[in-house]
T-cell receptor, first 112, second 115 residues
């Protein structure tokens, strides 16, 4: 079945450094790739998304890149801040459905 | 932004009882809602897709008689965990897709503890 792999599972960075989280997906028909931030005990919040007709998208300190050939997409956070600390999930759409398959999550810790 | 409200946020019940969780889109209509289950420090596992006015579609391995889903209106879907057992203890999260924009919004989650 469809699968999304996410790495690393944990990531610790110093405030001000960049953080990169990578995901690969198995369904070549996937065309929508959102990223969610989830703080402890709270709901996932969409932080950025990208569609398959675009290779890169940026929103202030956050950017996402997509390589359709390699079935790989990445989240880049620059100038990290302690409030960026959370669990981040990537997701990929399933062909011809509204459904999303989520990655396993990355726990990001930003140390002051 | 759009709000999805989930109720209750926490529930504790005895083994063998049934628990109903509500998911409401407060300021938009949602023909499709999704129910997820999340174990501690793990990812969101899709359980079922709830479609307004029709039967829910369940993911492989999810018992439809165990997890009853009703999507009676464009703003409300309910998940009933029937004859709950301790292994059903988990964080249940719904999401709703806005009809007009297609964007997905998540509820705040419901933590179920079965004693």
């Amino acid at each position: 079945g469809e699968n999304v792999e996410q790495h690393p599972s944990t990531l610790s960075v110093q405030e001000g450094d960049s953080a990169v989280i990578k995901c690969t997906y198995s369904d070549s028909a996937s065309n929508y790739f959102p990223w969610y931030k989830q703080e402890l005990g709270k709901r996932p919040q969409l932080i950025i998304d990208i569609r398959s007709n675009v290779g890169e998208k940026k929103d202030q300190r956050i950017a996402v890149t997509l390589n359709k050939t390699a079935k790989h997409f990445s989240l880049h956070i620059t100038e990290t801040q302690p409030e960026d600390s959370a669990v981040y999930f990537c997701a990929a759409s399933i062909k011809n459905t509204d459904k999303l398959i989520f990655g396993t999550g990355t726990r990001l810790q930003v140390f002051p | 932004g759009a709000v999805v409200s989930q109720h209750p946020s926490r529930v504790i019940c005895k083994s063998g009882t049934s628990v109903k969780i509500e998911c409401r889109s407060l300021d938009f209509q949602a023909t499709t809602m999704f129910w997820y289950r999340q174990f501690p420090k793990q990812s969101l596992m899709l359980m079922a897709t709830s479609n307004e006015g029709s039967k829910a579609t369940y993911e492989q391995g999810v018992e439809k008689d165990k997890f009853l889903i009703n999507h009676a209106s464009l703003t409300l879907s309910t998940l009933t965990v029937t004859s709950a057992h301790p292994e059903d203890s988990s964080f249940y999260i719904c999401s709703a897709r806005a009809v007009n924009t297609g964007e997905l919004f998540f509820g705040e989650g419901s933590r179920l503890t079965v004693l």
